[in-house]
């Protein structure tokens, strides 16, 4: 779940300089705050795939679903992202690194009953479900089991579930921790 705080960049690289120690234990402790969603997130991948998604050819060679991959994806990091298309970074954040992972937490966001279908000759595009199937994808989406938990764009299986549940404590935690950070740097910016 993103929170949006103004300035943090300048702070974080202000605290790296003068005040080396503060940043670390920042960085400590937002990490300690952040491990708990990230292994509760790996709690939630299932031990057993969907059938079919272990086929290692095709289409889905290089998205097969490996429990161990999975779990081993979900990753803590801390250091800037990539600006998205709204221009936010993240500093903090615990994300899937799979296409596995990332097709089973948020399969079923936008259409809970898969894409529209069209069939082999229909409408080219992403957007569209080709298979000669007309149910494949809903059948897929209720084939994987696990609530889709979260509202929007941070709707999802694992990491979404997973910050849901731990965002009354991780956010406050994580905002006080940043403040004790910066109150501490300015004391000792204060001649």
Do not use: C
């Not at 161990?68 to 801390?78: D, E, F, L, N, P």
């Not at 992202?81 to 799979?98: D, L």
């Not at 595009?125 to 509202?151: C, D, E, V, W």
Request: proline letters at 5%; hydrophobic letters at 35%; aromatic letters at 10%.
């Amino acid at each position: 779940m993103p929170v949006e705080l103004k300035g943090l960049a300048n702070t974080k690289r202000a605290m790296k300089e003068f005040a080396p120690d503060l940043y670390k234990q920042m960085n400590d402790e937002l990490k300690a705050i952040m491990l708990p969603v990230r292994n509760e997130a790996r709690s939630y991948v299932p031990f057993k795939a969907v059938s079919g998604w272990m086929n290692q050819h095709g289409t889905w060679e290089n998205r097969v679903f490996d429990t161990a991959a999975i779990k081993k994806g979900i990753v803590y990091t801390q250091g800037k992202s990539k600006a998205n298309q709204a221009g936010f970074q993240s500093s903090y954040i615990v994300y899937n690194k799979t296409a596995a992972g990332a097709i089973y937490e948020t399969a079923g966001r936008k259409n809970p009953s898969g894409q529209p279908w069209v069939g082999r000759k229909g409408i080219a595009g992403k957007k569209y479900s080709h298979s000669s199937n007309p149910r494949a994808g809903m059948q897929f989406i209720n084939s994987l089991g696990g609530q889709l938990t979260g509202g929007g764009k941070t709707k999802g299986r694992l990491i979404y579930r997973a910050w849901a549940r731990q965002n009354n404590k991780a956010i406050p935690a994580g905002i006080k921790a940043i403040n004790r950070a910066i109150t501490e740097f300015n004391k000792r910016a204060k001649p």
